[in-house]
């Protein structure tokens, strides 16, 4: 196993800006804490994933209330130019970046139509790479980064990620994200804005405003009391519960998704499908 671990020493709410392009991202508020603890690991001792982690940086800037910490987990080598996907099997090493590099034998490789396994796990399906970017297969074990982050109260978070999930306990001031396939979901947040391409983005509640996008990827609200909400992809689905306390606007786009109100009929409601379902309960 390889970590990193840091404390702020400024006993403030937090601004975390994460970067982490795979693996999974897990914030804790934690009303009990002071002071912003971080954890980057990986079961691995050695290899690509284990550099990553030695070679975080993580810093800290107190600016008037709050602590600013930026995180910043290294991208994994995969061997070539770019984001890629690094399986290891035995003494084969194969890279995934837009198509495969084999710098080792075949041997534990099984290709079908657009299908790849190695190791016994699918790393392409349909001709497209499914498995995390930095994935390790060795045998049936695979490789990942952790980025675990506890803030105080009133804290905030920052993330830029390629393919890493985000999974958030608790109620943030601000969550605002940028990632390509990585999902998103949160408990509470009073603030939330962000796109991503094929990732699903889902939260508990939002007391104060919503601005976020998706290509293909799902968004879902279980509970909105805010002001302001814009929400637009373009084949995934929209699902919105509102409250009474909600006012305002409601701007709610997709093309070819399904967009679902609860809750909404006192609010300027703007939803719109081209070829989807549009159902207001």
């Known amino acids: 196993m390889t970590e990193k671990t840091f404390t702020a020493s400024a006993a403030l709410p937090a601004v975390a800006d994460i970067t982490s392009h795979v693996g999974q991202v897990i914030v804790t508020v934690n ?56 399986v290891q099997v035995g003494g084969s090493r194969f890279s995934f970046n837009g198509g495969i590099v084999n710098t080792g034998s075949m041997t534990g490789v099984t290709m079908s139509g657009g299908d790849i396994w190695v190791g016994g796990q699918k790393i392409v399906s349909g001709g497209r790479v499914v498995a995390e970017q930095g994935a390790v297969v060795s045998g049936s074990g695979v490789g990942t980064i952790t980025v675990e982050v506890q803030l105080p109260s009133y804290s905030s978070v920052d993330l830029t990620t390629t393919s890493a999930d985000l999974n958030i306990a608790g109620a ?63 084949s995934g689905d929209i699902e919105l519960a509102a409250t009474l306390s909600a006012t305002g606007a409601v701007n709610v ?29």
Do not use: C, M, W
């Open 172 to 234: 943030l001031n601000e969550l605002r994200f940028h990632t390509v396939s990585g999902d998103v979901n949160a408990q509470g947040v009073r603030v939330l804005s962000g796109n991503t391409t094929s990732g699903d983005i889902a939260a508990r509640y939002v007391s104060e405003s919503l601005s976020v996008s998706s290509v293909s990827g799902d968004i879902e609200v279980e509970s909105y009391s805010g002001t302001s909400f814009s929400a637009n992809t373009v």
């Open 31 to 86: 009303p009990q804490l002071t002071t912003a603890q971080v954890k980057v690991h990986t079961a691995d001792a050695e290899g690509p994933l284990a550099d990553a982690v030695n070679n975080t940086t993580i810093t800290e800037q107190n600016v008037g209330r709050e602590s600013r910490l930026r995180i910043s987990v290294p991208k994994v080598d995969g061997g070539i130019s770019g984001a890629s996907t690094v």
């Open 253 to 281: 786009s997709s093309v070819s998704g399904d967009v679902t109100t609860r809750g909404a009929g006192h609010l300027d409601l703007r939803p719109s499908t081209v070829s989807g379902r549009v159902r207001n309960r």
